[in-house]
C-alpha cells in the first residue's frame, strides 16, 4: 500500500573544517592518531587513495540549525593522507585501524577535494 510519501534528499552544501593536518605518510597519521589513544580499535575511512579521520561538532541547536538552513557541517578535526592501496586493517601502537571504505558521496567529494590538495602540494 502507498500511503503518498515524499522523499527529498538534500545533502551538505559545506564542511568547515576547523583543524586540519595533512600527513606525508600513513604511518605519520597512524602515529599521531595513537598517541594519547588507549589500546583497542579506532575506525579509519579511506576513499579515492586518502586515508582520512575526521570530528564533528556535536549535534547542538546551532550546528542543527546551521545544517538544515544553510546546509552547512563543522568538523573540528580533519586528519589525513594518501593510501593508494586499500587495507581493512592496520596496526600500530597498541591501536587496531579498522578502515572502512567510504560510498557516500560527501564524503568521496571530500577525499577527491583532500587528493588535489595532495597533489597540488607535490607539484
Known sequence: MYIGVKLITKGAKEIIVLDEIQFETVDELLEDLS????????????????????????????????????????????????????????????????IRKVRTPILLEVTKILREKIENKNK
Open 35 to 98: 598517541i594519547g589513544h588507549p589500546p583497542g580499535q579506532m575506525v579509519l575511512n579511506w576513499a579515492n587513495g586518502i586515508i582520512f579521520h575526521h570530528i564533528s561538532l556535536p549535534w547542538t541547536d546551532v550546528t542543527a540549525k546551521e545544517y538544515i538552513e544553510n546546509g552547512r557541517i563543522y568538523w573540528s578535526a580533519l586528519r589525513y593522507a594518501p593510501m593508494k592501496e586499500y587495507k581493512d586493517r592496520i596496526s600500530k601502537n597498541n591501536v587496531l585501524f579498522l
